[in-house]
Nanobody, 125 residues
């Protein structure tokens, strides 16, 4: 049984930082590209960042470039999202997800097979 468990969410002031973690089990982690997505109230789910199987290539949404960093530790079966310079518009439920497919130019949520339960990040102004 595949499980993805996010942690690290919470309340943070604008301009602050937060690191999310996603621990995976039940799958060969190094065979899966991993992504972070988010969904704010009343809005559609959107991709935040994705990383390939080895961690050598990453994709970022324009809205988070130069502020967020995705990384992974295959020895720990964990993917991270370091979020800096947080803005109120970053407030959302953040989900990690895994896929066997990775395209450095396009991240398609429909290609992700496994999803975590989400962790809330709230950025106060």
């Amino acid at each position: 049984q595949v499980q993805l468990v996010e942690s690290g969410g919470g309340l943070v002031q604008a301009g602050g930082s937060r690191r999310l973690s996603c621990a995976a089990s039940g799958l060969t982690f190094s065979s899966y590209a991993m992504g972070w997505f988010r969904q704010a109230p009343g809005k559609e789910r959107e991709v935040v960042a994705a990383v390939n199987w080895s961690g050598s290539n990453a994709y970022y949404a324009d809205s988070v470039k130069d502020r967020f960093t995705i990384s992974r530790d295959n020895a720990k079966n964990t993917v991270y999202l370091q979020m800096n310079s947080l803005k109120p518009e970053d407030t959302a439920v953040y989900y990690c997800a895994g896929t066997r497919y990775y395209n450095p130019g396009v991240v398609d949520a429909n290609q992700y097979d496994y999803w975590g339960q989400g962790t809330q990040v709230t950025v106060s102004s």
